[in-house]
């Protein structure tokens, strides 16, 4: 199993409009192949920082994900809300 993390920090002005955006297309996402878990997370003082949480059966469901037409419309979507450059982490548990 894969844990990919990603850190957005938005333009503080653009965070409910990613908030409309993300609960429009999270049951598409969760609902991908190879999808075990989606989460979305705030910073706690700083609302305009979010990570994604999710769970993957394996990179290669991750990877399919990555390349599909709706990851690709999805990230041209929120692209330009962005205050700085996304941060990604792939993680595999090993305990």
């Known amino acids: 199993m894969i844990v990919r993390i990603v850190r957005l920090t938005l333009q503080p002005e653009k965070a409910e409009e990613f908030l409309n955006h993300f609960n429009r297309i999270k049951s598409r996402i969760a609902g991908f192949d190879g999808c075990l878990l989606l989460q979305l997370h705030h910073e706690l003082h700083h609302p305009n920082v979010f990570f994604t949480i999710s769970h993957w059966q394996s990179e290669k469901h991750l990877m399919t994900y990555q390349q599909s037409d709706f990851f690709k419309e999805t990230w041209n979507t929120v692209k330009p ?11 595999e548990k090993i305990l």
């Open 81 to 91: 809300l962005f205050l700085s450059k996304a941060e990604a982490w792939s993680l």
